[in-house]
């Protein structure tokens, strides 16, 4: 159940939250979790005229947003090293 009514004017470019947002209707999705809003999502916000918007979670601080900025920095890195090591596998064949 969505507790959270967000002001849409809240939402600002970089903004992150721990759960799904979505329109004041409740069923469509906005902004995913863990996701940043982008320019276009403030565009479409003030083009539709969405009065405020809906969620379970809480906007991420940014101490929170750079911890899973470095997370994924580690992933990518994790996977680029798989895929150097099955490249050389494939070479040896």
């Keep these: 159940m969505m507790k959270n009514k967000i002001d849409s004017n809240v939402i600002k470019v970089g903004i992150m939250f721990n759960e799904p947002v979505f329109f004041h209707d409740g069923k469509n999705m906005f902004l995913g979790a863990n996701k940043r809003a982008k320019p276009y999502h403030v565009a479409a916000l003030k083009r539709w005229n969405i009065p405020y918007l809906l969620t379970s979670g809480n906007p991420l601080s940014e101490d929170q947003i750079l ?25 040896e064949i």
């Excluded at 911890?67 to 490249?87: G, T």
């Design 67 to 91: 911890a899973l900025d470095n997370e994924v920095e580690d992933l990518e890195e994790v996977e680029e090293f798989e895929d150097a090591e099955a490249l050389e596998e494939l070479e």
